[in-house]
C-alpha cells in the first residue's frame, strides 16, 4: 500500500485538484493527502470560518467560498478559479449528508430536498462547469463517495439511497463522456465511484485512494466502483 500511494504522490505532483466540501472530515483528509502529494489544493466549501482553519492545518491549499448548489456562484467560482490557477486537473465531490429513519413514510420531503440539494445538485453544477477542465487535462479525474445502499435500499434510508443513485448515474455520464472524448493515443479523463457503508473512520483510506486515481491509466479506473474498508 505504501509503494502505491508514494508512486500516486508522484503522479499527482503539480496537478491542480478541487475539493467540494472541503471543510467535511473527509474534505480535510483528502486535501492534506493531495497537498502532501504535491498538488495544488483548491479547498471550497460554503463556511468561511471553516476554510480559514482548513488552511490552517494544510498549508498551501487556496481557499474559496461559494454556494455548490447556486449555478451562478458555481459559475463564478470557476472564473475565480482559472483566473487565479488555471484549468484544473481533478474534481473531487465530498459534499453530502445524511438523513433518514422511520420507514417510507419517515422520507418527508424536507428531507429529501436536503439531500438533493446536497448531494445531486452540487455535483451537477461543479462537474457542469468544470468539465472541459478535465477532458483539456492530460489526468483529469472526477471523483464521488457513494454508498452501499444504493445497491440495497431500505425503506428508511430510501431518500438518501435515490439520491446517491442519482450521483452515480451523473458520475457515469460525466464518465461515458470522458471516453467519448477520448483521443486517438488514449483516454486521459476518468471519474471513479467510492463505495462506503459508512464513511467514518474510513478517511484517510479515502484520501490515499483519492491521490492513487493518478497513479492508473484513466480507461483502466474510469466508471468503477472501489468499495472502501
Known amino acids: 500500500m505504501t509503494e502505491a500511494v508514494d508512486s500516486a504522490r508522484r ?6 485538484v478541487l475539493v467540494a466540501g472541503a471543510t467535511s472530515t473527509a474534505g480535510r483528509a483528502v486535501s492534506a493527502a493531495l497537498a502532501g ?5 483548491i479547498v471550497v466549501g460554503s463556511n468561511g470560518q471553516r476554510l480559514d482553519a482548513l488552511v490552517e492545518s494544510v498549508p498551501g491549499a487556496f481557499p474559496y467560498v461559494c454556494d455548490l448548489a447556486d449555478p451562478p456562484a458555481v459559475t463564478g467560482l470557476a472564473e475565480r478559479v482559472h483566473a487565479d490557477h488555471g ?24 428531507d ?4 438533493h440539494r446536497n448531494i445531486v445538485t452540487t455535483l451537477r453544477n461543479t462537474t457542469r ?3 472541459a477542465d478535465l477532458l483539456a487535462s492530460p489526468a483529469g479525474r ?17 431518500n438518501y439511497a435515490a439520491a446517491k443513485s442519482a450521483a452515480e448515474t451523473w458520475t457515469r455520464a460525466v464518465g461515458h463522456g470522458f471516453a467519448k ?3 486517438p493515443s488514449g483516454q486521459t479523463a476518468a471519474t471513479a465511484i467510492f463505495v462506503v457503508r459508512a464513511l467514518d ?14 497513479d492508473v491509466p484513466a480507461a483502466s479506473v474510469t466508471n468503477t466502483r472501489i468499495p472502501l474498508g
Open 87 to 110: 484549468m484544473i486537473d481533478g474534481l473531487i465531490h465530498l459534499v453530502g449528508g445524511w438523513r433518514g429513519g422511520g420507514g417510507l413514510a419517515g422520507q418527508s420531503d424536507e
Open 181 to 183: 472524448a477520448a483521443l
Open 142 to 158: 472526477l471523483a464521488i463517495v457513494s454508498s452501499v445502499s444504493v445497491g440495497t435500499p431500505t425503506p428508511g434510508g430510501a
Open 129 to 131: 462547469a468544470f468539465n
Open 11 to 16: 503522479s499527482v505532483a503539480g496537478r491542480t
Open 112 to 115: 429529501w430536498a436536503f439531500l
Open 201 to 214: 473512520g474510513l478517511e484517510p483510506e479515502l484520501a490515499e485512494r483519492v491521490v492513487a486515481l493518478w
Open 37 to 41: 502529494a504535491g498538488a495544488r489544493v
